[in-house]
């Protein structure tokens, strides 16, 4: 190998880093294009590897901490605030007193609470700073396989359109060979391999308990994140997005004659989907354990004592705890999985549509899979219902019961732990459930203008202040995730919001996403169907599973009604 990977890069500054990396990937993609999967050696293999961790995740690392460990100097030099009063000089910096305005008193009074406050309310420096998305490390590349036309070896792809485009090039030439595998069976092209180079923290790769503790404790500490906290960074990215300019521009009208487009449209994306730590699971499974709660410890009380003077004088026995050994859990990958045919000659007559419908089902693959990542984790959570339960059944209002047992389940939680009363939760929603807040609070009595907009950002302070780092996503409680194919997205069009809610609480860290290591999308060339102009245009399967790192995530069911109704107006029974 020609390019040497630095020992130490504190020697390189940024663009000396910058280019490194560069010079990293070009004798990567030059390697990778001189073997093939019969020719490629074991030294060969260990080159790629290093210099696909060099430029892919050593280096943006390196640059990404650089530049909050100085965000973070520029922020301890802050100037101190003067004292009050003292302009450093011996004298007063106070301004003349002057006669205060007359206020009119209201019986609504407005306070107003900024995004910095709450930043500050839950532990949060309000110097603190959330690095741009864009330097953000990157710890997998999608590139294109051997053999695919137009494309060379190892090249990355710039987006998903382009792998829609590359399927239709590969795909193409299969009648063209008609008849070349005849007898042995559909043989597998690779058109693109997602490779995912997780830097060692992040990547199991035996079956060490304690290594792979130590790992699964590491990806899901807070601390590493941006203000130190999960919820701090949620918050510092809101500051961030805060005042983002956004404008509607009218244009003149369609003057130019009508043509024919090709193109088709597709509104598919992959938003909306579950947030968690994830690791690289390089065996194929997880061997781990879900800790201890308080109450396994603690139990009666059996173990810590309480003795009065006369009793240690007496002899009194003191009782022991004895430690238990705790059990533990080999969870395996399964895969999820596409496969897409079509007909040669309309990939051939027609390939925008073959194209657009390739993406398509590539970004829908994402929602199947999010979809059963989801029901996994409610699977393995402990329901609670509380859509029988006053106050929550008398009450109905969406924004009252939603927050109330929001708030309910995550106090219950830290006592059930014994958490850091600051510490963070995760609360999983379904997307809907920001418009039905709206909607309920639009219904409201005695409302003025300013309160109508109850805006993404008020209702995202409001957990925040409850200590909940908040998900709205797709693919739960939709048309999609169930079987009757009712609810939000249906064919039919829904006349009003759900009756009940169900939400994921758990503290931050509790599951964890493993995932394999290479997926690998292809194109089969198969005799048996090229007999009727058909070929399997895509194929492509991915492992996962969801890991329960900690031992408490409960899913919690709420009724809800956009009423607008409030305790003033009317009554709410109490058990």
Not at 369 to 379: D, F, K, W
């Amino acid at each position: 190998m020609e390019f040497e990977i630095p020992d130490n890069l504190g020697d390189l500054n940024v663009a000396a880093l910058k280019a490194k990396a560069a010079a990293a990937k070009a004798e990567y993609d030059t390697l990778f294009a001189s073997v093939d999967g019969e020719s490629v050696t074991e030294d060969q293999i260990a080159d790629l590897k290093g210099l696909h961790a060099f430029f892919s995740v050593t280096v943006p690392n390196e640059i990404s901490g650089r530049e909050r460990r100085a965000a973070e100097f520029a922020a301890l030099g802050t100037a101190p605030e003067e004292p009050d009063g003292d302009n450093g000089d011996g004298g007063s910096d106070e301004e003349p007193e002057t006669q205060p305005e007359a206020v009119t008193a209201s019986a609504n009074p407005t306070i107003t609470v900024t995004l910095a406050d709450i930043i500050k309310a839950t532990g949060g420096s309000e110097t603190a700073t959330m690095p741009t998305p864009a330097e953000r490390p990157r710890y997998s590349t999608l590139v294109a396989a051997a053999g695919v036309p137009n494309m060379e070896a190892g090249a990355q792809y710039a987006d998903m359109l382009d792998v829609a485009k590359a399927f239709n090039e590969r795909t193409a030439g299969f009648s063209s060979i008609r008849g070349g595998t005849s007898g042995q069976g559909p043989t597998h092209y690779p058109v693109a391999t997602l490779r995912r180079e997780y830097p060692d923290e992040f990547s199991i790769n035996d079956m060490d308990e304690w290594g792979t503790r130590a790992k699964l404790d590491a990806v899901t500490n807070e601390k590493r994140l941006p203000g130190g906290s999960l919820l701090q960074s949620v918050l510092l990215r809101q500051k961030q997005l805060e005042g983002t300019p956004g404008s509607l521009v009218a244009a003149a009208g369609w003057c130019a004659p009508s043509e024919t487009d090709y193109d088709i449209c597709l509104q598919i994306t992959t938003d909306g989907l579950l947030d968690v730590p994830e690791v690289q699971a390089r065996r194929g499974g997880i061997r781990s354990n879900t800790g201890f709660e308080f109450d396994a410890i603690f139990g009666s009380g059996t173990g810590f004592f309480n003795l009065t003077e006369a009793q240690v004088a007496s002899g009194t026995v003191k009782t022991c705890l004895e430690i238990p050994c705790p059990d533990f859990t080999d969870t395996r990958l399964g895969v999820t999985g596409l496969c897409l045919t079509g007909n040669i000659l309309s990939i051939r007559a027609y390939p925008e549509a073959t194209a657009t419908f390739t993406r398509g089902a590539l970004a829908a693959s994402a929602h199947q899979i999010n979809r059963e990542q989801i029901a996994a984790m409610v699977t393995g959570s402990t329901a609670v219902d509380l859509s029988a339960i006053q106050p929550f059944l008398s009450d109905g209002s969406v924004t009252s019961n939603v927050m109330s047992a929001v708030e309910l389940a995550i106090v219950d939680i830290k006592y059930r732990l014994r958490l850091m009363q600051s510490a963070t939760l995760e609360v999983i929603l379904p997307f809907w459930v920001l418009a039905d807040m709206r909607s309920d609070w639009l219904k409201r009595t005695g409302m003025d203008n300013s309160q109508l907009a109850l805006a993404d950002s008020a209702i995202m302070s409001a957990f925040a202040t409850r200590g909940a780092r908040p998900q709205f996503v797709y693919d739960w409680q939709d048309a999609f995730s169930n079987v009757s194919a009712t609810g939000m997205g249906a064919d039919t069009p829904v006349t009003m919001f759900n009756r009940n809610l169900q939400f994921l609480v758990y503290p931050a860290g509790t599951w964890v996403r493993a995932v394999n290591d290479v997926i690998t999308l292809n194109s089969v060339y198969d005799s048996t169907k090229l007999a009727t102009n058909q070929v399997t245009h895509l194929f492509t399967e991915t492992g996962w599973a969801m890991i329960k790192h900690c031992p408490v995530s409960r899913v919690y069911t709420v009724p809800v009604c956009p009423s607008g109704k409030t305790t003033i107006a009317t009554t709410t029974t109490c058990p």
